[in-house]
């Protein structure tokens, strides 16, 4: 069976050199399509409208590998903390996933496994979590169901919502993560509400920002802010940590901005907050470089590490942060 693997992903296990800067601590499985996914993302290489070549996912490069050979360097390889399986839209793609997880299990290859998926049945939902699957993915990507519908993502909010809330049921909240693509058009304010609205529901957020890729239909797009995309990075660290941010939030028409208070205090102890800005998913995900070149912007760090090496900057987004709090 042949699959896609991230360039990061065989590069970890020794199936190419490219000298990756952050090695990826998952290891990431895309099913294989020649000609990318049936859905109509205008962000999305995979897109069908999209002339990007179909072995990219945002900026990522993603070549085909047989699974077998991926499975054994996955069992051998010990910093392997995750297996991810990520889908495309096409005939019998549920088949695949199936296969790949069960090849998994056959091969005693002893990892966690995470499955992103666009919506499936709550019947095929419940085979996932039997053959093992623990944690599951959802890309929602647009954050309100006019963004939804602009993007052109597959099927309709409210058959998302109906998936969601048959994961919740099947997985339990914390074992659910909705993806949300900050920068597809949508206020920070309605991105805010977004992301409270999820967390009531208590599932996990992962944060990404969105990307121009070349031949895609969003390709001349512009990037967002870092600056806004921090404040939504802090926003969704302090809910994971049970904090009311209500009172650290000023809205102003479509406009949100941060306490001064807060912003001081984060700039007093960074360290302290390191993991607002790390690339937030299951356990071991840390998806290097998903964003952005290794010479940034860098809107998700990999790891503490490379915060440290990038401490500057980060600590001069902030204080670019503090000048627009009131």
């Known amino acids: 069976m042949r699959v896609r693997a991230s360039l990061g992903t065989l590069d970890l296990l020794g199936l190419i050199n490219v000298g990756v800067v952050e090695k990826p601590t998952t290891a990431y499985i895309l099913i294989h399509s020649e000609s ?9 290489p995979q ?15 993603w070549p085909e590998v047989g699974l077998e050979v991926l499975l054994n360097r996955i069992k051998e390889n010990p910093t392997v903390g995750r297996v991810c399986i990520q889908t495309v839209i096409k005939d019998f793609f549920l088949e695949d996933v199936l296969r790949i997880v069960s090849s998994l299990n056959d091969g005693d290859v002893g990892k966690p496994i995470s499955v992103s998926t666009t919506p499936i049945s709550k019947e095929h939902l419940q085979q996932l979590k039997d053959l093992g ?9 647009a954050a309100t169901p006019e963004v939804f519908k602009f993007v052109r993502k597959p099927y309709s909010w409210e058959h998302y ?6 994961s919740i049921d099947v997985f339990s909240p914390g074992k659910v993560y909705v993806h949300l693509i900050y920068g597809l058009g949508e206020s920070d304010v309605d991105f805010f509400n977004s992301m409270t609205y999820f967390k009531n529901l208590g599932v996990n957020i992962s944060l990404f920002s969105f990307t121009p890729v070349k031949g895609t239909l969003s390709s ?9 995309y921090r404040k939504m990075q802090i926003l969704r660290y302090l809910m994971d940590l049970g ?9 102003r028409g479509d406009k949100l901005t941060l306490s001064r208070e807060l912003v001081n205090e984060i700039l007093y102890d960074v360290s302290k907050f390191y993991n607002a800005f790390i690339t937030y998913g299951c356990p071991n995900c840390n998806r290097p470089f998903y964003n952005e070149g290794v010479r940034g912007p860098h809107y998700n760090y990999p790891s503490k590490e490379f915060i440290l090496k990038n401490k500057d900057r980060l ?9 627009e709090c009131e």
């Open 36 to 44: 990318g996914c049936m859905g109509e993302c205008v962000f999305c």
């Open 47 to 61: 897109s069908r409208l999209s002339r990007s070549n179909k072995d990219l996912v945002s900026r990522i490069s």
């Open 161 to 166: 919502l109906k998936f969601l809330n048959n």
């Open 243 to 251: 904090v009311d941010v209500s009172k650290y939030v000023k809205v």
């Open 133 to 141: 699957v623990d944690a599951l993915g959802i890309g929602f990507d």
């Open 315 to 323: 600590i001069g987004e902030l204080k670019d942060l503090l000048n």
């Open 220 to 228: 001349g797009w512009s990037r967002p802010s870092v600056i806004g």
